[in-house]
């Protein structure tokens, strides 16, 4: 795979993986009042999709909407999400190297959860938040998802290529 050992991509990999951190980290140093709110946007904007009528409801039909919704969801997904995203990036950056599948997965997952408990422990001194035990295990769930989805793509795109 020519394309992933030039030195650019790689550059550009680690720069994203450096990124991508760091949007980790600005999520998590939200006060709890911020993060509430910005966990309340993503709701109602999703019950609005799946709901173009939402804002015609009554306020107290619409908070029991966005209540079963449930804010403690999307932010799991969201752990999900930006873990898996960052598993990715990983694995991107793991690629080049001669080593096992598993072995890289392995070390993406863990660097994943190295970082997800800095990130629960910076956590705990942001104004209205708290730290939490699950909150890790959510994000290696994310990471784990994500190095597989790699995994997938990655064995797709070579099946193709010997196709052609």
């Known amino acids: 795979m020519i394309f992933m050992k030039n030195f650019k991509f790689i550059s550009l990999i680690y720069a994203l993986i450096i990124v991508w951190a760091f949007v980790i980290y600005c999520f998590s140093s939200q006060p709890g009042t911020q993060s509430a709110a910005l966990s309340e946007k993503t709701l109602k904007y999703i019950a609005k999709f799946i709901m173009p009528d939402f804002e015609k409801l009554s306020l107290q039909t619409q908070n029991e909407i966005l209540n079963e919704m449930g804010h403690r969801r999307i932010r799991k997904i969201a752990h999900v999400f930006l873990y898996s995203v960052f598993a990715i990036l990983i694995m991107m950056a793991l690629n080049r ?68």
């Open 97 to 164: 190297y001669e080593s096992n599948f598993w072995q890289k997965c392995l070390v993406a997952i863990m660097v994943c959860i190295i970082y997800a408990v800095l990130d629960e422990w910076h956590q705990y001194y942001v104004k209205g938040r708290a730290s939490q035990t699950f909150d890790i295990a959510v994000d290696a769930i994310g990471a784990f998802i994500g190095s597989l989805l790699f995994m997938s793509l990655n064995k797709i795109g070579g099946y193709i290529k010997m196709r052609q």
